[in-house]
């Protein structure tokens, strides 16, 4: 358990939902929710989540704070939304969602091998290094995250594919050698350091 | 029946002279309806068609006018020349005969048939109508008595005040306020409805007291009440023993409720524990605590939690539970809730509900409260038990996350319900000889049910009539209104229920109701005193009267009547209680020997209609189905039918009736015995979920009808041949099939044997 976890079970041994509303993104709206149901039946991928929005705002509100942060189901959001727009009380559900897992990441608590969890940090690495996302870079990187066979498998299912945008002009093979990034390199790493910052001293204040 | 003189007069406006011929119709009306002239007019109700007509009746003489025209529905304003000696009758050419028939040259001849029989019809209908006179009776009485001095009451009575009424207060407590004066404070009203506001009842008591014309007699109950709208008298019985009679014009009853009893659950921890209290100890406990943190009852810790438990005992088939929603008690456990939070923000407060009700607005409190840091949990209380060293334990099942938890808390507050407070059941069944057992038992569960927990034990108001001292109940003890239509309007004519002795309400709905209330009984004592129905036939001067010498004393009059309009005398015939009456005609139905009648509805004036009709012998193959048709849904559900291009049969006739409830069998009879192949009767709903604006006028018809095998089976004709029905006025396309389908089934058992 990472140190800052620790803390927060201690503060808020009681009020998961204070915690929440402290350090999640749009945290506020999550006692808000009148338990209609909307966004867990307008989710797409309602089904294949354990805990649907819902049921997360409910377990949150029931003081469910392992269950909640441990859970794969925030993870499962794809950005659709679809539960936004519909939801009657205008809960900003899809933000909700990530903020609940970036939290979840930050303590520590995130489930390790959740895939999506995976390529979010992937995708941070590669971006946040050149101000730019490397696509070749990333998507061999996706491929092979499973090891050396899976990945060779998945390359050459994908390959049509991969034929299909080279000859297109939508990938670049050399971009596994060179990738200028962006011009202000330097400068996104110090905007980024400098926001990694606050957030941890925000953090640390609720905490601490 | 010397000094009859009728005018009848035939529109030619709205295609009625292209597609019928007119002079025939006039020629009719004059042979056959014996007019002493008949006019056609190219636009009847133009001015220059009223003016004809005015002015027959002022050189002329006219005193009884025939409109064929448009539905009696139409035009009303037009063609109002009844009164002052003139009876009207109109001859529904427009809706009932053009509209309903296609615009054919095959259909031409049955076409015009039906409107020479409306023709008729309508001549004989208003030979036999005599102009109706305000009932000499007639008395104005601008006080008001009102039952009850809550919320409910004070309104009713400030209302009333400020309309230039006197009234009465009669309050059987020591003080005015009732159950709202006990809150600490009260469910906000107007906008932004964010926070509990002051309950306003000490500032409305004062209002009351100050009024001049308000007078308030605390611990005082109502002992007598007889009379009518307009004169009703009642005796007020102060706890001394005092009685004192007073005359009033109007009554409303704002007896409001009795809380329910939570020591009728044990199982949620009530009387088991002191930390578990209802919604009203809570204002109470919270009234104590003055501003500063609440208590807890047990051992006077401050409470850091607490737990509402919604619908305690309500919702619920459980015996001894309500089975209703009494609609107030959700947004005041988001109040105290706020209490609370209000005071501490740290305290934690969990409303524990299955459906959250917070109607209109209140919406908006209950995101107050959610943003107040309220947590809202939906799930069901299974048990609550005292915890050790204080508070108590909440077993729920949480129907979200689908799982049996348990909470701690300082405090339980149970949303316990409302029962009316509505007297005593007027309709409670006693064995009665030759009675079986099953169907004692029967009638006792009814009574269970119309009644609820309502104690039963003590009448509001003592009324002197045959049918009781108090208001009827349809439903859990509730102050019967009808629901659909007239919320208002209780089967007393003049006696207005209001507040939570009519449904749950909370504080805001019992001020909007007795409003309403307040409106409809300075109507009632108005028309009562120029001798007019308030309602629904609103303005009507007719009213029943009988004929002594042929009365038998059945009774059946005094008994089928649903509002309690008639009483008995010493020698046990009818009184009619003319500003009671409705006007419905139930009892003119229910009279076996056609002794009771209106001045312009009578046995004859349909019965002469029904005579009038043109009966074509058996081989024509022209069919007669005679439709008697509820003047209130029945009758515009078949106009609206014609407007909108649904035709039916040409064989049919259609009498519209006040009420199904004033149909006499003999009609029935007399149409079959003179040839009519088919009857259809249309009434409204009828039942505990009646839209029959006499209530129980359609189950009364219906009942008879059920009786009228034996006659039909005399005559020796198929008892399908006469057919009853509940029509809704939305039953435009339902109504015309109804009459196509007797056509057929006529079509298919043959002609009735009994044309000359
Ligand atoms: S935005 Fe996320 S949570 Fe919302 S519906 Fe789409 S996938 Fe589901
Ligand atoms: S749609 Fe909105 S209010 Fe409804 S359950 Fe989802 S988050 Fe709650
Ligand atoms: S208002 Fe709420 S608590 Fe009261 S009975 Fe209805 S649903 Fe239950
Ligand atoms: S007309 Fe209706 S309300 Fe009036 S006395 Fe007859 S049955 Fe009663």
């Known amino acids: 358990m990472s140190d800052l976890n620790a803390q927060m079970v201690e503060k808020y041994r009681n009020s998961f939902l204070k915690e929440v509303e402290a350090n999640v993104e749009e945290g506020e709206w999550v006692k808000m929710c009148m338990q209609c149901g909307v966004c867990s039946g307008s989710c797409p991928l309602g089904p294949y989540w354990e805990h649907p929005p819902q049921e997360i705002f409910m377990m949150i509100r029931a003081g469910k704070r392992e269950e909640v942060l441990k859970s794969e189901s925030m993870w499962m959001c794809t950005s659709c939304y679809n539960c936004i727009v519909r939801c009657p009380r205008g809960l900003p559900i899809t933000h909700i969602m990530h903020g609940l897992a970036h939290y979840a990441e930050r303590l520590g608590l995130a489930p390790k091998q959740n895939p999506t969890r995976r390529f979010a940090l992937m995708f941070w690495d590669n971006i946040a290094k050149h101000g730019r996302v490397n696509e070749t870079v990333l998507s061999i990187k996706l491929y092979f995250m499973d090891g050396f066979s899976a990945g060779i498998k998945r390359a050459l299912e994908m390959l049509p594919v991969g034929l299909g945008m080279l000859k297109a002009k939508r990938f670049n093979p050399w971009g596994l050698f060179f990738h200028k990034g962006c011009k202000g390199k330097r400068d996104i790493q110090k905007i980024l350091a400098k926001a990694r910052e606050i957030e941890l001293a925000k953090a640390a204040k609720f905490g601490g | ?756």
């Open chain 2, 1 to 756: 029946m010397s000094d009859v003189k009728i005018g009848a007069y035939i529109c030619k406006g709205c295609g009625l002279g292209d597609r019928l011929d007119t002079a025939a119709l006039a020629k009719i009306a004059e042979r056959e309806g014996k007019a002493a002239f008949a006019k056609e007019h190219d636009f009847l109700c133009s001015e220059a068609g009223v003016a004809m007509i005015r002015e027959d009746i002022e050189k002329e003489g006219v005193n009884r006018v025939v409109i064929a025209a448009c539905s009696r529905r139409a035009k009303t304003d037009a063609f109002a020349f009844d009164g002052d000696g003139v009876a009207v009758s109109r001859a529904n050419l427009r809706e009932g005969v053009i509209w309903a028939r296609p615009d054919t040259e095959e259909a031409r001849e049955t076409t015009q048939e039906m409107a020479e029989d409306y023709v008729r019809m309508a001549c004989a209908e208003v030979r036999y109508m005599t102009p109706p006179q305000p009932n000499p009776e007639a008395q104005t009485n601008r006080r008001i008595l009102v039952v009850g001095g809550g919320v409910s009451g004070m309104t009713a009575a400030l209302e009333a005040a400020k309309a230039g009424y006197e009234v009465t207060i009669v309050e059987k407590s020591g003080a005015l306020g009732g159950w709202a004066a006990k809150l600490h404070r009260r469910v906000p009203d107007h906008a932004p409805y964010a926070d509990p506001q002051e309950t306003g009842v000490e500032a409305m008591i004062q209002s009351v007291e100050a009024d001049p014309r308000i007078e308030v007699v605390l611990n005082a109950r109502i002992t007598r009440t007889s009379g009518a709208p307009g004169r009703f008298s009642a005796d007020i019985t102060t706890e001394s023993g005092q009685t004192r009679t007073e005359n009033f014009g109007a009554i409303i009853q704002a007896s409001g409720f009795i809380p329910y009893d939570a020591s009728k659950l044990p199982e949620l921890g009530y009387g088991k524990t002191p930390d578990v209290v209802t919604q009203l100890e809570l204002e109470e406990l919270v009234r104590q605590a003055g501003g500063g943190p609440v208590k807890r009852p047990s051992d006077g810790k401050e409470v850091r939690s607490v737990v509402f438990v919604q619908c305690a005992g309500q919702r619920s088939d459980k015996e001894g539970h309500l089975p209703y929603c009494s609609g107030f008690c959700c947004t005041a456990s988001i109040k105290q809730a706020m209490y609370f939070k209000d005071q501490n923000p740290d305290i934690d407060t969990t409303i524990l509900y299955t459906d959250l009700r917070t109607p209109g607005y209140l919406e908006d409190f209950y995101r107050s409260g959610q943003r107040k840091g309220v947590i809202f949990t939906k799930g069901v209380a299974s048990e609550v038990k005292p915890a050790n060293g204080g508070g108590a334990v909440v077993h729920f099942k949480d129907l979200i996350l689908d799982e049996d938890v348990q909470v701690e808390a300082d405090l339980v507050v149970l949303a316990t319900g409302m029962i009316p407070n509505s007297g005593v059941d007027i309709e409670k069944p006693e064995k009665r000889e030759g009675q079986s057992d099953e169907d004692y038992q029967k009638a006792l569960e009814e009574a269970r049910v119309r009644m609820g927990l309502n104690p039963g034990e003590e009448s509001v108001l003592n009324l002197q009539y045959r049918q009781g001292p108090d208001l009827p109940k349809l439903r859990y003890g509730f102050a019967d209104s009808h629901f659909i239509c007239f919320p208002y309007e209780t089967r007393r004519t003049g006696i207005y229920a209001t507040g939570p002795v009519r449904r749950p309400m909370d504080i805001t709905q019992a001020m909007e109701d007795a409003v309403g209330a307040t409106l409809k009984a300075i109507q009632a004592l108005e028309n009562a005193g120029k001798g007019r129905a308030a309602h629904p036939r609103v303005g009507d001067l007719s009213y029943p009267s009988f004929r002594r010498d042929g009365c038998t004393q059945c009774k059946r009059c005094t008994v089928e009547c649903p509002f309690g309009a008639i009483d008995e005398d010493e020698e046990r015939y009818p009184v009619f209680n003319e500003s009671r009456c409705r006007r419905c005609g139930t009892c003119m139905g229910a009279c076996p020997v056609r002794v009771i009648s209106f001045e312009n509805y009578s046995v004859d004036t349909v019965g002469q209609q029904i005579k009038a009709v043109d009966i074509p012998d058996e081989f024509s193959e022209k069919p007669r189905i005679l439709v008697l048709a509820c003047e209130n849904d029945a009758y515009p559900a078949l106009d609206m039918a014609a407007q909108n291009g649904i035709h039916y049969s040409p064989f049919v006739r259609i009498v519209p009736v006040r009420c199904l409830g004033s149909v006499n069998t003999i009609w029935v009879t007399d149409a079959l015995n003179s040839g009519y192949d088919g009857v259809i009767l249309m009434g409204c709903q009828k039942g505990e979920n009646y839209q029959c604006h006499f209530v129980k006028g359609s189950e009364m018809a219906h009942y008879r009808m059920g009786k009228i095998g034996d006659s039909l089976e005399q005559l020796q004709l198929e008892v399908e041949r006469v057919q009853t029905y509940e029509v809704a006025i939305t039953d435009i396309e339902r109504a015309p099939r109804l009459i196509n389908e007797m056509e057929q089934l006529i079509e298919k058992i043959g002609m009735s044997p009994f044309k000359f």
